[in-house]
């Protein structure tokens, strides 16, 4: 038994002589591949074809079961190849038949947009927003207090212990730092406390995402403490004063002693409730962070309520990376003095590293041992663990809690030794306990801080989005940015009813939280309760602790924004824009100031933007052997160059910046400039008019020979045709298409056609509404193709090479 096929003819006998030669024959022709229905004696059917092999296969009359089970096997290999070479030719005779169609015979549709009736969308939409029901209530609120939905689906028994423990640890870290950074923002360690629990709590109730922590940032706690010194210098107080006189951050108003304060070091400063008091230096630097984190605030759950959230994509990640580098250079210069113990004036403005950098090696003789001896034991400490815990964190649970443990033994060691007397070093002193009863913010101060909130607002903003979408992504869920716009915004609000500053996602602590197996914000929570405990019973603790373990802790804690120059060898070789966008960043913000120096790099950062669309590259194309595919000449080889057709491509928008550029590149490229044609072709013509008239007024010419026509004379260039290759023209203005079409005019003049192609319907619907295709676009199908290779095959089949 064999495969049948019924549309197959028959081959005779197959015990005859002659289907033995003709099997021979077919056996043969297989194996020189040659084609089996071009084998004498056999059908010319391609259907019929596997039939025709089997009835052959089958010719002998009697066969033993052995041969027969051999050639039913046999049948069905051969009836498996010979379908599958038969179905691979089918193939290539049809691609061939493809590709002798061009390929400008395809016809594409544009989809009919319906017109978006305005005022049907807006009584839509505020059908949607202004209606009440219970439904649209609860979604409301519990949008804007996201811990409503997550919190009654919390499973405590598999998140209660990773929340737990990474609660304690960011702690744990916490403290420390909080009492670090109050150097940097020039205040009483009691606000940063007041920071550190007050965003632990409203980011809680407020924020979308699970890992990150809000609290205090270094760069954040220098950009205060830079707006507070200038604000104590313009109200006549000595920035370097730190005597205790009277402060709203360590007694209430009742207990003020107004006979114990310096009566130069006083002003008139309005409280709550129109009575006048008298402020000394710490009272009026509270209530600058205060007026400045309120502003911060303010404008954070501006820009959520008006979407204005891409201002930060304006922030790219080297221009971030160099501004804190920047800021961590600032920081570590300011930070100097504590390690070694001198006692330094704050310099300000344009240069002031540079100045403070001076006046340490003048002032260095004047090292305190005992602050030098310290530093030198606690920064090789704290930077042995944090490389040993980045080198081993897979395998450690949690990171070891080294700079709580530093902190610890020092004040330990400073209380017993007494430091400070016996030796001068500088301790922190006293904290105060407990909660400061709410102010409200000192209106009359914020114009006077109301630009430096804005870089304020801007940077937290930009670092807490940047932190909470790389956590989301890698624990695979999704944040909403506006959402987390409103949470740093009332946690900034709120704080500074409470004599803090302003918060912001902080790196470190949000790694000890992932390291730890947070699940939730309720770790959050667990953070805040540790810190209020600080605040109501442990401050007085940390009285003897030396500002040099506090400083070192702080500069540690820069490492990473520092180790960035290790990678700029890597950046350059990837682009050498960004790596020119970091440094500008870096040396404006360390050299000139920080505002000044965030300015400058975004400024620096969008001209670079601009540049590469004003002087884009442009590239003459040839086509892929054996492809319908194009690519620069200039870039690969083995590129064939269409006879009689330039292929040039602009790689930008064309738009009014850039225009210029695009007609001298596209003029340089075809090595033809049309404008000076036309008027080498009017010279030209100019001279032989000339030549004829001299020659008739001298009565020499003859009166039976045309007078020469005035049209310009036609003359052959290398090429006639030009393809645009738009494919990367994202966009066209006005001025792109005035261009355009001035490029049709010229060139057409001078018997060159135009053509363009892979416009986007962007592109196509600009070029259309500008009359490039002519009235009603009657030229749209001459003009404009959807690949190269159809406008390449529409030339060569209408202007064929001569």
């Not at 379908?83 to 193939?91: F, G, P, S, V």
């Not at 400058?600 to 003459?620: D, E, H, K, M, N």
């Not at 010279?683 to 026509?709: H, M």
């Amino acid at each position: 038994m064999g495969f049948k096929n019924k549309e197959a003819g028959g081959l005779g006998r197959s015990d005859g002589a002659g289907s033995n030669s003709i099997r021979k024959e077919t056996f043969e022709g297989l194996m020189r591949g040659t084609r089996v229905f071009e084998i004498p004696g056999v059908r010319d059917d391609k259907n019929a074809l596997p039939s025709n092999v089997f009835k052959l296969l089958k010719a002998r009359a009697r066969h033993s079961v052995l041969q027969s089970t051999f050639f039913r096997t046999l049948e069905l290999l051969i009836y498996s190849a010979v379908r599958q070479y038969m179905r691979r030719m089918e193939n290539e005779e049809q691609l061939s038949k493809m590709e002798l169609h061009s390929e400008s015979h395809i016809q594409i549709e544009r989809t009919v947009k319906k017109k978006v009736a305005v005022k049907k969308v807006i009584e839509k939409k505020l059908q949607e927003n202004c209606s009440c029901s219970l439904d649209k209530f609860k979604t409301l609120i519990t949008g804007f207090f996201p811990v409503l939905e997550w919190l009654p689906k919390y499973k405590l028994k598999e998140w209660i212990l990773g929340d737990t423990i990474s609660g304690l640890l960011v702690a744990v870290v916490m403290v420390p730092q909080s009492i670090a950074y109050a150097l940097l923002a020039g205040l009483e360690t009691s606000s940063s406390l007041y920071a550190s629990f007050f965003s632990c709590i409203i980011y809680f109730m407020m924020g979308t995402s699970r890992h990150i922590s809000v609290g205090i940032f270094s760069l954040i706690c220098l950009l205060v403490g830079q707006v507070v010194d200038r604000e104590l210098l313009l109200a006549g107080f000595d920035v370097e004063d730190e005597s205790k006189v009277m402060s709203t951050a360590m007694s209430s108003v009742d207990n003020w002693n107004i006979s114990d304060v310096n009566p130069t070091m006083m002003m008139n400063f309005t409280l709550p409730g129109s009575q006048n008091f008298e402020c000394d230096r710490k009272c009026y630097a509270v209530s600058v962070s205060a007026a400045l984190t309120f502003m911060c605030g303010v404008y954070q759950v501006l820009m959520a309520v008006f979407n204005l959230g891409f201002v930060s994509k304006y922030l790219s990640e080297p221009l971030l990376d160099g501004f804190a580098t920047g800021a961590s250079i600032t920081i570590v210069t300011m930070q100097v003095k504590y390690l070694i113990g001198i006692k330094l004036p704050r310099s300000h403005g344009p240069g002031s590293v540079v100045v403070t950098w001076i006046n340490i090696f003048k002032n260095i003789h004047k090292t305190n041992f005992c602050d030098l001896i310290t530093t030198a034991i606690c920064m090789p400490l704290l930077v042995v663990s944090k490389e040993l815990g980045e080198r081993y964190k897979h395998k450690l649970k949690f990171p070891f809690p080294m700079e709580l443990t530093i902190v610890v033994i020092a004040t330990i060691i400073s209380h017993f030794v007494n430091l400070n007397d016996m030796y001068g070093s500088s301790i922190t002193g006293a904290i105060p306990t407990g909660f400061l009863p709410p102010k409200v913010p000192n209106w009359h101060l914020l114009p006077r801080v109301a630009m430096d909130a804005v870089t304020l607002a801007i940077i937290s903003f930009a670092f807490t989005i940047s932190l909470s979408e790389l956590f989301a992504k890698k624990h695979g869920y999704t944040i909403q940015a506006n959402q987390e716009t409103y949470a740093l915004g009332f946690c900034n609000v709120v704080q500074s009813f409470f004599h803090s500053y302003a918060s912001s996602a902080t790196l470190v602590k949000t790694l000890v939280k992932d390291s730890s197996g947070c699940q939730t914000q309720l770790s959050s929570v667990v953070s805040a309760v540790l810190v209020l405990m600080l605040l109501l019973f442990l401050a007085p603790v940390f009285y003897s602790l030396q500002k040099c373990v506090l400083a070192s802790i702080i500069i540690v804690s820069l490492r990473g924004a520092l180790m960035k120059f290790r990678d700029l060898p890597k950046q350059w070789r990837m682009s050498k824009i960004d790596t020119l966008v970091w440094w500008v960043t870096m040396l404006s913000v360390t050299l000139v100031s920080t505002e000044l120096g965030l300015f400058t790099g975004v400024t620096f950062s969008l001209l670079c933007v601009i540049i590469r669309t004003q002087v884009p590259r442009t590239a003459l194309l040839g086509q892929i052997q054996g492809s319908n595919l194009y690519e620069d000449q200039a870039e690969y080889n083995n590129l064939t160059s269409i006879p009689q057709i330039k292929i040039f491509r602009f790689e930008a928008p064309l738009y009014y910046a850039n225009k210029d550029f695009f007609l001298s590149a596209l003029m340089r490229k075809v090595d033809l400039n049309p404008a000076l044609e036309v008027a080498k072709q009017k010279k030209e013509e100019s001279k032989q008019i000339k030549k004829k008239e001299e020659k008739t007024f001298n009565g020499n010419i003859n009166k039976e020979q045309p007078v020469i026509n005035k049209k310009l004379i036609p003359k052959v260039y290398s090429f006639h045709t030009i393809i645009l290759d738009c494919s990367t023209v994202q966009f066209l203005d006005t001025v792109g298409i005035n261009t355009l079409k001035t490029v049709l005019k010229d060139y057409n003049e001078i018997g060159i056609r135009v053509l363009l192609a892979n416009c986007n319907p962007s592109v196509i619907d600009s070029l259309s509404r500008g009359g490039y295709f002519g009235e009603n676009c009657k030229e749209m199908d001459t003009l404009l193709f959807y690949s190269v290779h159809a406008a390449v095959q529409y030339a060569k089949a209408n202007w064929p090479e001569p």
